[in-house]
């Protein structure tokens, strides 16, 4: 059985930092492309970044250069470090699992979400 399990979510302040983790379980890991999706309250689930098996990564322009992708391999593990958050980026933050990068928006492996909320 394929398990996606995000955390690491929680209230920061504008201009704060956290790191998402995303453990998957009952999948070869390594193969997988692994990507990092949000939604907001009354918005379309939008892809935020993506590692692939090779570690190459890509990212939404809203959040380059402030959020980093990255994923471990002998931890079953990708990681979404974000720094500089604004209020925009809160959402509930979701990880999924495919077979490569075009297979990501269409998978059915997805982790239950965390939430992100930046507020002062």
């Known amino acids: 059985q394929v398990q996606l399990v995000e955390s690491g979510g929680g209230l920061v302040q504008p201009g704060g930092s956290l790191r998402l983790s995303c453990a998957a379980s009952?999948?070869?890991?390594?193969?997988?492309?692994i990507g990092w999706y949000r939604q907001a309250p009354g918005n379309q689930r939008e892809l935020v970044a993506y590692?692939?098996?090779?570690?190459?990564?890509n990212y939404a322009d809203s959040v380059k250069g402030r959020f980093t992708i990255s994923r471990d391999n002998a931890k079953n593990t990708v990681y979404l470090q974000m720094n500089g958050l604004k209020p925009e980026d809160t959402a509930v933050y979701y990880c999924?699992?495919?077979?490569?990068?075009?297979?990501?928006?269409?998978?059915?492996?997805w982790g239950q979400g965390t939430q992100v909320t930046v507020s002062s």
């Open positions: 999924n699992a495919g077979l490569s990068e075009a297979h990501l928006a269409t998978s059915s492996y």
């Open positions: 009952g999948i070869i890991f390594s193969i997988y492309a």
């Open positions: 590692i692939t098996r090779g570690g190459t990564t």
